[in-house]
């Protein structure tokens, strides 16, 4: 049982929506991440989340905004997206570098079509 | 050029064969974490298996095991006795901790274990 999860787990969209990808970790975790997997390409990162602040933001459109209430929460809110961002969105824990862990944990991820 | 590289998008095995996934990274960095991941068809990315630059010994993990090769730039996954539920996406990844100390994640090879 993964100690990452996340909600929704599949979300339609129109363009002119606003929705929020929730995540929760349980695993103690100070470090959160999201990424974002399209068909046929590696996996993206695109934020980063170290002890509540965000430390990477890897030139990632404003549509895209993250949020980090708490070192146990992230969220992904979304507004105007466009049909090409369309994929499996996934975020993921650690403990951060400092504390010497370094292996990602992942959730099930939440699958968006925008339409 | 890609950090990491994985020569294989698709591989179809017997079922209680082993399986070697192949997987060479690029880094000039000292200190780094070799990652291997496993993908279902749910989505979740599933951790397996860890190696550090310095660790003398190839990490094992149950049916998993990590072939190090760290003059070659290599970092193949064996799986020993494969099963149907071994069929997903597996993904190599590498952490550079002297540099930017984020996880890039290769394409990936889709394993086919076959009845």
């Known amino acids: 049982e993964t100690g990452v999860t996340q909600t929704p787990r599949h979300l339609v969209m129109g363009m002119t929506n606003k929705k929020s990808l929730k995540c929760e970790q349980h695993?103690?975790?100070?470090?959160m991440y999201w990424y974002k997997q399209s068909a046929k390409k590696p996996l993206e990162l695109m934020f980063v989340?170290?002890?509540?602040?965000?430390?990477e933001n890897n030139s990632v459109p404003s549509r895209f905004s993250p949020e980090c209430p708490n070192s146990s929460h992230l969220f992904l809110h979304l507004h105007t997206l466009q049909p090409e961002d369309s994929a499996l969105y996934l975020c993921?824990?650690?403990?951060?570098?400092?504390?010497?862990?370094?292996?990602?944990?992942f959730g099930p991820g939440t699958r968006l079509l925008v339409l | 050029a890609q950090k990491i590289t994985q020569t294989q998008p698709g591989m179809f095995v017997q079922e209680k064969e082993a399986v070697t996934l192949d997987c060479t990274y690029d880094?000039?960095?000292?200190?780094?974490?070799l990652f291997w991941y496993k993908q279902p068809s749910s989505g979740e990315m599933i951790f397996l298996i860890y190696?550090?630059?310095?660790?003398?010994q190839n990490a094992t993990e149950g049916r998993y095991s990590l072939n190090f090769q760290k003059a070659r730039k290599s970092a193949n996954l064996v799986i020993s006795a494969s099963q149907l539920g071994d069929s997903a996406m597996y993904f190599c990844?590498?952490?550079?901790?002297?540099?930017?100390?984020?996880?890039?994640f290769g394409k990936g090879t889709r394993l086919h274990i076959l009845p």
């Open positions: 993921a824990s650690s403990q951060d570098q400092s504390s010497g862990g370094e292996t990602q944990y």
């Open positions: 695993l103690g975790h100070n470090a």
């Open positions: 989340y170290s002890l509540e602040e965000r430390v």
């Open positions: 880094t000039s960095d000292q200190s780094y974490g």
């Open positions: 190696q550090g630059s310095y660790d003398e």
């Open positions: 990844a590498m952490r550079e901790r002297d540099r930017d100390d984020k996880i890039i």
